[in-house]
């Protein structure tokens, strides 16, 4: 019963949620929690609900507030706060606020037990301890690990809801290894709208040896009790979008009895994915797995920056007419309008968008109304009667010149019913009935 293999995964974890505010500093107090009737704020019980509630949904069982871990937690928050987030899990003896150099020693300063396995989540710029709560779970996996570790049983948090400069201190505690009767699963199955994207903004990064900034959702597996498999040739964990193709994938079997799965890119928007783990732990003579599914959200319009962008240098012109923007969104500034047929250069594809060039501006139309640009062709015709030639397809337009009956012109262009000639060095539109393959006689 290898149970000292368990493991907690400790980190840090920078959400981009701007918070605004002022926290207080209060004086870390370093005298034992008196545990009964110790009292906890609405903040509290809030994330201690939310977080149940995502246990619940993975099929696991519920933790419980810990006086001493809560009091551990608080102490390390106001020392962060006044020293700085950079001292992340550690404290320096002599600085304002000391408590202990390590989460151990903090939770025995005030009198609380270590159990069998003590971890500590450090969140900042959380916004609210629900909202911090969901981006650990959903967007940050060794976090994710480690919060809904089925083992487990008691937690300490540190949140100010409202004040603070969104920061939270998590501590969590095993206090016996009893409670893993089965396997689990992160995305839970049958789960909608995961985010198909890990950005890679997790501290340590679990991307980090793999030569990658982001990848697709990464997935959690939690082995059933004390199973251990030591070879990886019996682990297997296999992950297939809706058309069955296996997504390309790396696969961290981790000593603890996890195992997550990393894609190698973004996952598709709006998809059904399907994941499959086998396993077989020959000293336990027992084989396990399981299949589940899972969809990823309907792409917003504003994920486009997620995509990746390819560079390109092409000429197109635009179906119809729009607006060039300062950048891919429709809420941006536009900068000029481009008409239909208007020619532009492509500079770089960006999902929907192309970021092009017209008329020395810079900016970014819809994919959509782009076409491949035709280099018109040239050919000589003649005017079968003296030729009116306009600015405009119109004849109500502008006359530009005249070309008399049987002068040859090079027709350049064809629009509907109209031709644009050229005529020594001036170019016009001009009835294209007006025009023959031959002269006159």
């Known amino acids: 019963m290898r149970k000292q293999m368990r493991t907690i995964m400790i980190g840090m974890l920078a959400i981009g949620v701007g918070v605004a505010g002022v926290l207080s500093s209060p004086v870390s107090e370093t005298a034992q929690v008196e545990a009964a009737g110790y009292s906890y704020s609405a903040d509290q019980l809030q994330a201690l609900a939310t977080l149940n509630e995502y246990r619940k949904e993975a099929g696991m069982n519920p933790v419980t507030l810990d006086p001493f871990l809560t009091k551990a937690a608080s102490n390390h928050y106001a ?35 270590t159990g069998q396995l003590l971890g500590e989540n ?9 909202n911090s709560i969901y981006q650990l779970v959903h967007n940050a996996p060794l976090h994710r690990e480690s919060l809904l570790n089925p083992d487990i049983q008691s937690v300490g948090f540190a949140v100010e809801k409202g004040n603070q400069k969104g920061m939270q201190v998590i501590v969590m505690r095993v206090d016996s290894y009893e409670q893993r009767d089965s396997d689990h699963v992160y995305p839970v199955p049958n789960m909608k709208n995961v ?36 070879d990886e040739k019996d682990f297997s964990f296999v992950l297939k979008d809706s058309t069955g193709n296996v997504v390309p994938a ?9 195992a997550r799965l990393i894609p190698k890119k973004i996952l598709k928007f709006n998809e059904k994915y399907t ?16 299949t589940w599914s899972f969809t990823t959200m309907v792409r917003p319009p504003y994920l486009d920056y997620l995509e990746p962008s390819v560079k390109e240098s092409k000429d197109y012109t635009l179906i119809k007419g729009q607006p060039l923007y300062a ?27 192309m970021k092009v060039t017209y008329k020395g501006k810079t ?49 350049i262009a064809v629009n509907g019913s109209w031709s644009q000639v050229k005529y020594g060095s001036k170019t016009g539109w001009v009835a294209s009935r007006d025009l023959s393959s031959s002269a006159p006689k």
């Not at 994941?275 to 399981?290: D, L, N, P, Q």
């Not at 950048?327 to 960006?350: A, C, F, H, M, Y």
């Open 79 to 113: 020392y962060l706060n006044t020293n700085g987030h950079a001292y992340g899990h550690s404290e320096v003896k002599g600085h304002k606020g000391f408590t202990g150099v390590t989460h151990k020693d903090r939770v025995k300063a005030v009198g609380g037990s």
């Open 122 to 130: 450090i969140v900042f710029q959380a916004g609210n301890s629900p």
């Open 195 to 230: 985010n198909p994207l890990f950005a890679g903004n997790e501290i340590p990064n679990p991307l980090k040896g793999y030569g990658i900034d982001q990848s697709g959702h990464i997935l959690t597996y939690w082995m059933p009790g004390e199973i251990y498999i030591y």
């Open 250 to 258: 790396f696969v961290d079997f981790m000593y603890g009895g996890t």
């Open 275 to 290: 994941a499959t783990v086998k396993w077989k732990a020959e000293e336990y003579k027992k084989t396990g797995g399981r």
């Open 327 to 353: 950048d891919s969104s429709t809420q941006t500034t536009q900068l000029i309008q481009i008409p239909t047929n208007g020619k532009v250069r492509s500079i770089e594809k960006r999902s929907s968008w």
């Open 363 to 411: 900016g970014w139309v819809a994919v959509k109304n782009l076409k491949a640009y035709i280099a018109p062709k040239t050919e000589s015709k003649y005017a079968n009667k003296n030729m009116k030639a306009y600015t405009t397809r119109s004849s109500k337009g502008k006359v530009a010149f005249t070309v008399p009956k049987g002068k040859k012109v090079t027709r």
